[in-house]
Each structure stands twice: as structure tokens, then as C-alpha cells.
């Protein structure tokens, strides 16, 4: 187990970094999730959650762990343990970002958290990240990272609560390996449990390859702007309850509620919940 006092030491470190939104993977991006959008093009206004599509984590291969990520250390803590995974996180969006502007994103760790769950030693860092562009602050948002032990195989997989079954839309998903790999060349992400089997399920413990929390975010996303195209969606916060595979298909869901809210979640094929969400938007909810 990590030292609390030294994992806390990097609760205030600040990082800045800045990118350029370019037209190449807003297009990719829609081609991945099946859209049929016009090509996009200078001064377009970037949909909600694709500035995951910058600041891209972008190490040496010399730099990079075994499970595929960056080594530990830098900007987050150095965190012993061995899984490490987006939880949620929370967003607001003041303006739009467009296609050609210069973007800058600061970051700040907020706080570091040891805590002993069920499965063992748990470690949450929270980043928070300010996003700006020519016209000011556009986007504000918090992301939870949780890190852990790998599994004992002789416990039994832990059983997700049941989704809700009273979906207003709803589409169904199939997470090939095709879908995670080119999410996952999009984002430049080298984390192996989205696309080698054979570690996946021999090193890390899971069923299949995991589908990417951000993908499943943003497919949520997507059901919203495919339901409610006129909408402008102003705050988003989401939460991973328990992991998707690319076993078998899986469905996103949403249902409007009052006040300008929009209830999300993604369901297993067995009917548990695996991401909930909600959405306020500032066209009215029909």
C-alpha cells in the first residue's frame, strides 16, 4: 500500500497544455459512432464530450508501462496499484469549442483518497480541468479516477444493479473489437484490456475486452444529441457502476424528465447497469 503523506503531496500540481481542434478526428469520431454528419469544417461547433479527442496523452514508448499506459508519475500520483480506471466525472459546458481554434486546458489534482473497499485497497484522485478557448472558458470539468488491485479469482464477480427499464429511447450497441480499437486509436490509448485478449483476460482478470468509460459516455451522449437534436446540453455527469465486454451487445438508454433534465444510462445484456448519467439541457424536454 501506498504512503497516504506521499500520495498527497501531489494534491495542487498544475498542469497546462495546449492543442489545436483539428477537422480529422471530429469526422473519425462520427464515422466510429455511425453517424452520417456533414464533413466538418472550420468555425463547426465541437459536440459535447469530443474534446476527449485532445490533449492526448502522448508518451515515449520507452515511457510506457506494462498494461499499456504511461509510467506512473508526472502529473498523477504514482499509485502502486496495478488497475487503473475513469469512474465518472462531471462537466460544464459554458460555450462551444469550434474547429480551428487553439484550445488550452489547465489541470489541477485535487484531491487524493485511500479508502478500503470490498475487493480491497482503493485509491481515487480527482483532476480537475479548465478548458479555454479564444472567447474564454468554455469547458469546467471534474474526473474521477479510481485505482485498484487486480481481482482474486476465487471471488465471485460482483453483480450490478438492474437497470432502469423505462427507457423513452434506446439503442443497441455492438462493442466489437473493430469499434474498440479505432476508439482507442482516436484517443491514443495504449491501455491493453480494449484490444489484447490475452491479457485482458489472463493479467488483468476480465471476461472479454473492455469498452472504453469515455466510449460508453459518449455514446450516452450521442442517444441524447440523435433524441434531441436542437438541444444545447450544458451540464453532463456520469458514473461507471460495473464493466462492459465486447461479448455480447449492449444498450444505451435515455428518458427527458422535467425541469430540463435528461435521465442516461448503458445497459448489460443481462440487464445490469453498467454508466448512468444525466443531462441538463437548455431546450425545453418533449
Given at each position: 500500500m501506498d504512503s497516504d503523506a506521499s500520495l498527497k503531496q501531489w494534491i495542487g500540481r498544475t498542469e497546462t497544455r495546449t492543442d489545436l481542434i483539428t477537422a480529422v478526428p471530429v469526422a473519425a469520431l462520427a464515422a466510429t459512432l455511425?453517424?452520417?454528419?456533414?464533413?466538418?469544417?472550420?468555425?463547426?461547433?465541437?459536440?459535447?464530450?469530443?474534446?476527449?479527442?485532445?490533449?492526448?496523452?502522448?508518451?515515449?514508448?520507452?515511457?510506457?508501462?506494462?498494461?499499456?499506459?504511461?509510467?506512473?508519475?508526472?502529473?498523477?500520483?504514482?499509485?502502486?496499484l496495478p488497475r487503473r480506471m475513469w469512474a465518472g466525472g462531471r462537466l460544464e459546458f459554458h460555450q462551444p469549442l469550434r474547429i480551428g481554434e487553439t484550445i488550452t486546458r489547465t489541470s489541477r489534482i485535487m484531491d487524493v483518497t485511500q479508502k478500503q473497499g470490498r475487493s480491497g485497497a482503493l485509491v481515487f484522485v480527482l483532476v480537475r480541468h479548465e478548458i479555454s478557448g479564444p472567447q474564454g472558458l468554455a469547458i469546467t470539468e471534474e474526473h474521477d479516477i479510481v485505482y485498484r488491485d487486480h481481482p482474486n479469482p476465487?471471488?465471485?464477480?460482483?453483480?450490478?444493479?438492474?437497470?432502469?427499464?423505462?427507457?423513452?429511447?434506446?439503442?443497441?450497441?455492438?462493442?466489437?473489437?473493430?469499434?474498440?480499437?479505432?476508439?482507442?486509436a482516436l484517443t491514443f490509448n495504449g491501455h491493453r484490456i480494449h484490444y489484447d485478449r490475452r491479457y485482458v483476460t489472463e493479467v488483468e482478470g476480465y471476461a472479454g475486452l473492455v469498452v472504453h468509460g469515455p466510449l460508453i459516455a459518449t455514446l450516452l451522449m450521442d442517444l441524447l444529441r440523435r433524441s434531441l437534436p436542437a438541444a444545447r446540453v450544458t451540464r453532463f455527469e456520469f458514473r461507471a457502476v460495473s464493466p462492459l465486454f465486447d461479448l455480447a451487445p449492449f444498450t444505451v438508454c435515455g428518458k427527458p424528465e422535467e425541469g430540463g433534465v435528461v435521465r442516461l444510462w448503458a445497459r448489460n445484456p443481462e440487464g445490469g447497469l453498467a454508466m448512468e448519467a444525466n443531462a441538463r439541457i437548455e431546450a425545453p424536454v418533449s
Open positions: 455511425d453517424r452520417d454528419d456533414p464533413s466538418p469544417q472550420p468555425g463547426d461547433p465541437l459536440p459535447p464530450l469530443w474534446h476527449w479527442l485532445y490533449f492526448l496523452p502522448i508518451a515515449r514508448q520507452s515511457e510506457v508501462g506494462p498494461d499499456g499506459h504511461p509510467k506512473r508519475g508526472g502529473f498523477l500520483p504514482p499509485v502502486s476465487a471471488d465471485p464477480a460482483p453483480v450490478p444493479p438492474a437497470a432502469p427499464r423505462d427507457a423513452t429511447w434506446q439503442r443497441v450497441i455492438t462493442p466489437g473489437d473493430v469499434l474498440l480499437f479505432r476508439y482507442s
